[in-house]
């Protein structure tokens, strides 16, 4: 199979999230586009909700709703895009995800965040993609399971990352 991605210096911001509010669809309920809020980064998020227990077939999984929220800033000041690509889970508010901003300058350009509530509790360098924005949601996606298995738990409460799990 042939993958053609356009010109990354031609992306159209409610394109591109559309295209993956299409690809999304495919694995995941109720996928919509909806604007980014004032405080969040970007135009645009495309949101997608899931049973972790099917998504990550494990029938024990402690909760059954989960859901996972793309965005994409492009033509930063950086010669590639930002993004932002999280796992959420309200009910034991959780949030898991990819952050490639200018936030965490030490870890390089991407890093994984988790997060207990509003409160960071871990951040760990990542791989930097630098690809379409479109094989970056690929790659996350492919990866998405075995970092939400990842997490490290006491208590009740996140606590870290097992990243030799990784």
Not at 37 to 66: H, I, K, M, S, W
Not at 70 to 85: H, K, M, N, S, V
Not at 109 to 121: I, R
């Amino acid at each position: 199979m042939v993958v053609f991605l356009a010109n990354r210096a031609n992306l159209q911001s409610k394109r591109l999230h559309e295209r993956i509010q299409h690809r999304l669809g495919n694995e995941f309920d109720s996928v919509r586009r909806r604007r980014a809020e004032p405080r969040e980064p970007g135009p645009y998020r495309v949101v997608g909700e899931v049973n972790p227990r099917c998504f990550l077939a494990d029938e024990a999984y402690p909760v059954t709703t989960a859901r996972v929220e793309i965005g994409f800033q492009l033509r930063t000041a950086d010669p590639y895009e930002y993004y932002w690509f999280n796992w959420i889970e309200p009910e034991r508010s959780l949030l898991i995800g990819w952050h490639q901003d200018d936030t965490h300058d030490t870890l390089g350009p991407v890093h994984l965040q988790v997060n207990d509530g509003a409160t960071s509790v871990d951040h760990e360098r990542a791989q930097f993609i630098d690809t379409h924005p479109l094989d970056v949601v690929e790659q996350r996606l492919s990866s998405l399971r075995d970092v939400v298995l990842a997490v490290e738990w006491k208590q009740g409460c996140p606590v870290g990352l097992d990243m030799s799990s990784l």
